[in-house]
C-alpha cells in the first residue's frame, strides 16, 4: 500500500476534527517551490480534505511560516475559510505564533479587515454577495 493510501486508510479510524497537517512553510520561505506544490502536495491536501469530509471529519489546515507565494488571493482565502469553517463556531483566525520575516504590512493589515468584514459571529455566508 502506498503511503497516501495509508493515510486515507488511517482516516477511517481516527476521532472526528483530529487531522495533522504539516507546515508549509518556514520563517523566510516556502518549504518547496509553488510549482512543486501545486503539482504535488495541493492535489494530496484535497484528496485528504475530501475523503476527511466523506467521512463527516472536519479539517484542521496549519500552516506555519512563510506561504505567501501559494497563496493566490489574500481576501478570496480569507473568504472561503470564514465561509466553510467558521459557521457554527470554532474557527480561529491567526497568525499563529509568529509572522514570517519578511511579512507584508500590508497583508497583516488585509487579514484584519477580512476578519473584521466576516469573522464576526454569528457567520452568514449568504448575505456576503458574490466573492469579487
Known amino acids: 500500500m502506498l503511503p497516501r493510501e495509508r493515510v486515507l486508510a488511517a482516516l477511517e479510524h481516527r476521532e472526528p476534527d483530529r487531522i495533522p497537517w504539516g507546515d508549509l512553510g518556514s520563517s523566510t520561505n516556502i518549504m518547496a517551490s509553488p510549482a ?58 491567526g497568525s499563529t505564533h509568529s509572522l514570517a520575516v519578511d511579512a507584508k504590512v500590508e497583508n497583516i493589515m ?16 449568504a448575505a456576503w454577495g458574490p466573492m469579487e
Open 36 to 93: 512543486i506544490y501545486r503539482e504535488m502536495v495541493y492535489p494530496w491536501h484535497k484528496l485528504h480534505a475530501a475523503k476527511a469530509h466523506s467521512l463527516g471529519l472536519k479539517v484542521l489546515k496549519h500552516c506555519c511560516g512563510h506561504i505567501w507565494p501559494v497563496i493566490r488571493d489574500i481576501r478570496n482565502d480569507a473568504r472561503y475559510a470564514f465561509a466553510n469553517a467558521a459557521p457554527g463556531g470554532g474557527y480561529i483566525m
Open 110 to 125: 488585509q487579514m484584519k479587515r477580512c476578519r473584521d468584514e466576516w469573522g464576526t459571529y454569528p457567520i452568514r455566508p
